[in-house]
């Protein structure tokens, strides 16, 4: 693209670029500014960009709450969720690739289907379906719900169609049936869309809030993101040690984003150019 | 490439002699193993969002009790009713919604398709700088909304945040945010902008990186200036990227729950405050059901919810076929 070339406009661009980077991270500094500042440096009008360092308020929010088992709770929920939801996934997306599969056209029509359906209008009555399995208040309850992800199968089904016939035909040769195909041949081959499907779960079940708020009471089986919902309810007016647990709670997932930075980027905007879901996976509900 | 996965027995069936046993086991095995696969997904669907979804409109004529229907008393249409009453608040929260929808989405586009303008580049190898800038822009949109919404609380604070210290800087005078009815939801909305927008610039940026370069030289040597070949090449192309923004942000907007609940104190009583200023659809459905128990009325709340949805992403798509530019 040629525009907005010349060494001057190129300059002026560069600037901007800093500036809206600079907005959008600003609010991350502006807490972690906040957990570490002095008391006394916390309400000065007006507010100290750069205050000293003083710990304490990070040593609070670890005496407040049991932060580990709130932590452990969110790494088994999202865990499990990523490995059923590539179970789902795969199976499901291998069987719509199928030629042989009849009736997988009638199938994928009811998949498509279910992403008709606002997860914000079914709330109340999977409230009602997980009260009746005697979930509620339970991890299994947090993980059950989001074990399958229809984009996910849609992930696994655009990836296997692209695996070249000759495959197919060579492994029955070879007298290897469907499972063996799948286990042996195509799910190692699958690893970009594993790793798709695993970053995206990741980030939507580490940001769960509205479900898991509903079925939790007490500490467990309560996700990071209620325990810190609760600890700003108790503890409003306690600006650093808030902060603080913002930060403890933000931390895994940027994380694993700047790990993956590149291909996290890539998953979210792969989807553009499909017409048939035609829609990206959003990560997030909430 | 697919139809020469079928064997020729499959093609050739009435004139071909009885199927061995082994062989008509295979077949049966073929037929059966595709729904295998799907079962479990179709299965776990079935639980939590096909059957819900005929649930909920089951629920909304009763008098809901957990026990379930046995226990539960038909009101008939009386919800739909109350919703329609202006005492229940329902039809304030749907304005609600639709102010916040109605900034959210053009500012959204706006200032997505901004922002993308400025981080536009080489698509495929984009400089380290564009990476690390681009980034930054994304970062808001994969972190959870509560841990950020309290950084804005801090930030919105009337008396030290950072808001009004940056108002003052300008001499505009002070405002209160979220404890105004006036200012809560922009405040709320600008945390969601922020939060979301990367998600928005990602979509552009794909959008823009699909524009053939020879297009865009073509209306140079044409001499076209860099507003017209903004507006008649690059636009046209955007078209089917920029609907799927409007639809998606329209979804996302009407769900917002988490960032309004933080900002406006969920804890006390479901948020929405000051004076329902902030009360959406989704936290008065969160309300109706979840503090006040009141299950059957949340149902009726959640069909209105979903006919709106499934309406409003309907007449975009109709009226976005008609504008959008197909290559």
Redesign the interface.
Same mark, same amino acid.
């Given at each position: 693209?040629?525009?907005?070339q010349g060494k001057g406009r190129r300059a002026l661009?560069?600037v901007?670029?800093?500036i809206?980077?600079? =907005?959008?991270?600003f609010?991350?500094y502006?807490?972690m500014v906040?957990s570490v500042a002095p008391k006394s440096h =916390? +309400?000065?009008?007006?507010?100290d960009l750069l205050p000293g360092w003083d710990f304490h308020p990070w040593v609070q929010v670890f005496q407040a709450a049991p932060w580990g088992l709130y932590f452990l709770h969110s790494v088994i929920i999202t865990g499990s969720t990523i490995i059923l939801v590539l179970?789902?996934?795969a199976?499901?997306g /291998?069987?719509?690739s199928?030629?042989? +599969?009849?009736?997988?056209e009638i199938?994928f029509g009811? +998949?498509l289907?279910?992403l008709?359906?606002?997860?914000?209008? @079914?709330?109340?009555?999977?409230?009602? =379906?997980a /009260?009746?399995?005697h979930i509620l208040n339970s991890l299994r309850g947090q993980v059950?719900?989001f074990?399958?992800n229809?984009f996910a @199968?849609f992930i696994f089904r655009q990836f296997f169609?692209t695996l070249p016939?000759e495959l197919?035909?060579a492994a029955q040769l070879d007298g290897a049936?469907?499972?063996r195909y799948l286990w042996n041949l195509a799910l190692p081959l699958a690893k970009p869309a594993v790793a798709t499907v695993s970053l995206l779960t990741f980030?939507s079940q $580490?940001?769960q809030?509205?479900w898991p708020?509903?079925i939790t009471q007490g500490q467990s089986a309560r996700p990071v993101?209620v325990a810190?919902? /609760?600890f700003?309810?108790f503890d409003?007016t306690h $600006?650093r040690e808030?902060?603080a647990?913002? @930060?403890l709670?933000?931390t895994p @997932?940027?994380m694993v984003?700047?790990l993956t930075?590149?291909y996290? =980027?890539v998953s979210?905007?792969g989807r553009?150019?499909d017409r048939e879901s035609?829609?990206?996976m959003?990560?997030?509900?909430? | 490439m697919q139809e020469n996965l079928q064997t020729p027995w499959e093609k050739s069936r009435p004139l071909a002699p009885p199927l061995s046993a082994a062989r008509t086991l295979r077949r049966t095995t073929k037929a059966v193993s595709g729904w295998l696969l799907v079962l479990p997904a179709l299965a776990i669907l079935t639980l939590f969002t096909y059957g819900p979804a005929l649930l909920v409109v089951a629920m909304s004529f009763y008098h809901w009790s957990l026990g379930g229907f046995q226990d539960s008393q038909w009101v008939g249409a009386l919800h739909y009713q109350e919703l329609l009453n202006p005492i229940s608040g329902f039809l304030e929260s749907l304005s609600v919604t639709f102010y916040y929808v109605g900034i959210m989405v053009p500012m959204t586009i706006a200032l997505g398709l901004g922002i993308a303008w400025l981080f536009r580049g080489a698509a495929h190898k984009p400089t380290p700088w564009l990476t690390f800038t681009r980034a930054a822009v994304f970062l808001p949109y994969i972190t959870p909304a509560i841990a950020t919404s309290i950084i804005w609380v801090f930030i919105f604070n009337p008396q030290f945040g950072l808001a009004n210290a940056a108002l003052r800087f300008f001499h505009i005078p002070a405002l209160g945010w979220l404890v105004s009815s006036t200012w809560a939801l922009p405040a709320v909305m600008i945390n969601n902008l922020w939060h979301n927008l990367g998600f928005t610039v990602v979509l552009f940026l794909a959008g823009l990186s699909n524009i053939p370069g020879e297009a865009v030289e073509a209306a140079w040597l044409d001499g076209a200036g860099g507003w017209q070949t903004f507006r008649y090449v690059v636009l046209p192309y955007l078209s089917p990227v920029t609907l799927m923004v409007v639809i998606l942000t329209t979804i996302q907007a009407m769900q917002a729950f988490g960032s309004i609940y933080a900002m406006t104190g969920g804890q006390f009583g479901g948020g929405g405050g000051p004076l329902n200023s902030t009360t959406t659809t989704a936290i008065y459905l969160y309300k109706s059901a979840f503090i006040f128990f009141h299950y059957g009325y949340g149902a009726a709340v959640s069909v209105v919810l979903f006919a709106l949805l499934l309406l409003m992403t309907i007449v975009q798509k109709q009226v976005g076929e008609r504008y959008t530019t197909y290559q």
């Open positions: 693209m040629r525009l907005g661009r560069t901007f670029q800093a809206v980077a600079l =907005v959008f991270l609010p991350f502006w807490a906040l =916390v +309400f000065t009008l007006p507010p179970i789902t996934g199976c499901a /291998y069987a719509l199928l030629p042989t +599969f009849r009736g997988r199938v009811i +998949f289907a279910a008709m359906v606002p997860p914000e209008a @079914i709330l109340i009555p999977d409230y009602v =379906v /009260y009746h399995l059950l719900p074990a399958v229809v @199968i169609k016939s197919w035909d049936s469907w499972w980030s $580490w940001s809030f509205q708020l509903i993101e810190l919902s /609760y700003q309810g409003g $600006w808030l902060a647990a913002s @930060i709670t933000l @997932i940027v984003f700047l930075q590149r996290f =980027v979210v905007a553009v150019d035609s829609a990206p959003t990560p997030l509900n909430r | -």
